[in-house]
């Protein structure tokens, strides 16, 4: 069974940065294009970067320049290094597979921006 665990969530002020790690287990890693997901209060499930194994392949219009995605498939992780944090950046944010998500979802790692 797949397993998807996301850290390095936090509050921070606008303009900071965070870096968000995934470590994902259960499935052959280096095969997968690799996402990550938010979800804000009230708003559905949005895919906001996504690589693949020759690297980044999509970048949400709304992060784009901000956010990096990056993997190491030798660590079976992903990660999302997200700088010139704004507001409305606050979500929770969840790795799976872009596009196909798996139908199992971790817990997700919180972000919140204060402004």
């Known amino acids: 069974q797949v397993q998807l665990v996301e850290s390095g969530g936090g509050l921070v002020q606008a303009g900071g940065s965070l870096r968000l790690s995934c470590e994902v287990s259960?499935?052959?890693?280096?095969?997968?294009?690799m996402g990550w997901y938010r979800q804000a209060p009230g708003k559905p499930r949005e895919l906001v970067a996504a690589?693949?194994?020759?690297?980044?392949?999509y970048d949400a219009e709304s992060v784009k320049g901000r956010f990096t995605i990056s993997r190491d498939n030798a660590k079976n992780t992903v990660y999302l290094q997200m700088n010139s944090l704004k507001p409305e950046d606050t979500a929770v944010y969840y790795c799976?597979?872009?596009?196909?998500?798996?139908?199992?979802w971790g817990r997700g790692t919180q972000v919140t921006v204060s402004s």
């Open positions: 799976n597979k872009a596009y196909t998500p798996w139908g199992y």
């Open positions: 690589i693949a194994n020759a690297g980044s392949i």
């Open positions: 259960g499935t052959t890693f280096n095969i997968n294009v």
